[in-house]
């Protein structure tokens, strides 16, 4: 079982849509987590990241439950400029570097 | 500032040739990372480096290895190339782990092995 799994999507929208994303990860000795962006045959690059007590950007809404052990992305009014595949990625105690999800492939439609 | 930079962007071997894909960083960071991206499977590391001069495995490190010669520069190597190491390889880099730093990404180097 992966560590950090997401719903490979694609997921369509309209634009103007709101859609919602979700990670779940299994181990427990999580640290931080966060969300990148990934566009397509394109390097990752930092979405935002997400507190305990959730947090927003703009159009962009991410929230963490420890105890269900899932973080969630949260995108109003979507754009075409949106379309893109989404990583989900944590940070474990003890390891340098970041565990990602396969990630969640958004579809903006016009 | 160019941020991080590989070189090459593309590349196909034979099965058994040798390379050396390069990553070069101007944000003076002392963190750097190589990952590989297949699908389905997410990024995963290979090796990464926390300063000058030391190296370590991540992942998925066998049939890789590494050098930081230069705090700048990390490279990875291929001695002996198999198909299974077809794949997008990604560089990154950090200012440090402690308290999480962002990493910065390199543009990617698509390779593929015949």
């Known amino acids: 079982r992966k560590e950090v799994e997401q719903d490979p999507g694609p997921f369509n929208v309209p634009e103007g849509a709101t859609v919602a994303f979700n990670c779940t990860y299994s181990?427990?000795?999580?640290?931080?987590f966060f969300w990148y962006r990934q566009d397509c045959r394109k390097e990752p690059k930092l979405l935002m990241s997400?507190?305990?007590s959730g947090n927003e950007d703009g159009r962009f809404t991410a929230q963490l439950n420890r105890a269900s052990q899932y973080i969630s992305l949260l995108i109003r009014d979507s754009k075409l400029s949106d379309s893109a595949t989404y990583l989900c990625?944590?940070?474990?105690?003890?390891?340098?570097?970041?565990?990602f999800g396969s990630g969640t492939r958004l579809q903006v439609q016009p | 500032n160019a941020g991080v930079t590989q070189t090459p962007k593309f590349r196909v071997l034979k099965t058994g040739q040798s390379m050396t894909l390069l990553c070069a960083q101007d944000?003076?960071?002392?963190?750097m990372y190589w990952y590989r991206q297949d699908p389905g499977m997410g990024l995963r590391l290979i090796h990464y480096?926390?300063?000058?001069?030391?190296?370590a495995k991540g992942e998925v490190p066998d049939g890789y290895n590494v050098s930081r010669l230069k705090k700048q520069n990390f490279l990875l190597g291929l001695e002996s190339a198999a198909p299974s190491q077809t794949s997008v390889y990604f560089c990154?880099?950090?200012?440090?782990?402690?308290?999480?730093?962002?990493?910065?990404f390199g543009p990617g180097t698509r390779l593929t092995v015949l």
């Open positions: 990154a880099s950090s200012y440090s782990t402690v308290g999480y730093n962002e990493q910065f």
């Open positions: 181990n427990s000795a999580s640290q931080s």
């Open positions: 997400v507190y305990s």
């Open positions: 990625v944590v940070t474990y105690t003890g390891r340098r570097a970041l565990t």
């Open positions: 944000m003076n960071h002392e963190y």
């Open positions: 480096s926390v300063g000058e001069g030391t190296t």
